[in-house]
């Protein structure tokens, strides 16, 4: 079964980003997070729509 949330390490592993990469995509809206008493989760979802979205562009070009 898929996780729903992921830990900033997992989802930078699951994208091929570094962390650093993935906190500059969460400050400028890019990525969705969730806080869970004061952890930060991506929920897979928030993944998926960040890729179709630069799938769309790449295929708008």
Not at 9 to 17: C, F, G, N, S, V
């Amino acid at each position: 079964m898929t996780r729903l949330l992921l830990t900033v390490p997992e989802a930078a592993k699951a994208l091929a980003i570094s962390r650093s990469k993935l906190y500059e995509l969460l400050a400028s809206g890019a990525i969705r997070s969730v806080r869970i008493d004061g952890s930060r989760r991506i929920p897979y979802s928030a993944l998926t729509d960040y890729v179709d979205t630069l799938t769309e562009i790449k295929e708008a070009a």
